[in-house]
């Protein structure tokens, strides 16, 4: 590889990793070229991008990014090393959990997210069950809805107990004026009766 070509690969790097909130380095040492590809393929679906990475040239790439320090990852840039870029938290780690179902690779060499590394590959049941920000925001959403539905479910449900107090207060008026009328009508008998006594 030329110094040119370094160079190339150093800004490509760069350019991925510039705005990225999720990196993981993942090794794919001992994959054959079958299981290299559907691991690819597999990342390409989850909107993960995959890059086969020389060690040398990604720790270069990573060392001129501002505002973070990748430096705590170098210690893991040893033999063969792929760069995952994902907006969701735990989608390389899952990707990485689901290959192992069938063999002990891809192992997890070091990870930044959420402002935190992860190194070494004993971390990877921690990131998996990392929520993504799409998770908790459905979670913060559910939680905010709760009481609204509480508020909703009182308010729809009064106006049937105010029609029903109302049903219940208006039943008795209606037996008190019942009870006038009839009492009237004696009264009037009476009046009838006192003319002629006289």
């Keep these: 590889m030329t110094k040119e070509d370094k160079v190339l690969v150093i800004q490509e790097l760069k350019d ?7 990196v993981y380095v993942a090794s794919l040492e001992g994959m054959n070229a079958a ?15 995959l890059k086969v990475v020389k060690n040398t040239l990604l720790q270069k790439a990573m060392e001129q990014i501002e505002g973070v320090d990748y430096s705590e990852m170098f210690q ?8 995952m870029i994902s907006e969701t938290a735990n989608a390389p780690a899952k990707l990485i959990q689901n290959f192992r179902k069938k063999a002990e690779i891809p192992a997890l060499k070091s990870a930044y997210l ?43 449900n009064k106006p049937e107990t105010v029609e029903a107090k109302a049903e ?21 008998a009476d009046a009838t009766d006192a003319p002629s006594a006289e």
Excluded at 16 to 22: I, S, T
Excluded at 36 to 49: E, L, P, W
Excluded at 118 to 146: C, F, H
Aim: hydrophobic share 40%; proline share 3%; aromatic share 6%.
């Design 76 to 83: 893991t840039f040893k033999g063969n090393s792929a760069l």
């Design 168 to 188: 219940e207060t208006a039943a008795p008026a209606a037996e008190e004026t019942k009870v006038e009328e009839t009492a009237a009508p004696e009264a009037s």
């Design 114 to 156: 959420q402002e935190t590394f992860y190194v070494g590959d004993e971390n990877l049941a921690t990131l998996v069950n990392i929520k993504s920000r799409e998770e908790m925001i459905g979670e913060i959403i559910g939680l905010l809805q709760s009481p609204i539905r509480n508020v909703l479910s009182a308010l729809q």
């Design 35 to 49: 299981a290299t590809s559907d691991f690819r393929r597999q990342a390409f679906k989850q909107n993960i991008s």
């Design 16 to 22: 991925l990793l510039q705005d990225a909130k999720v």
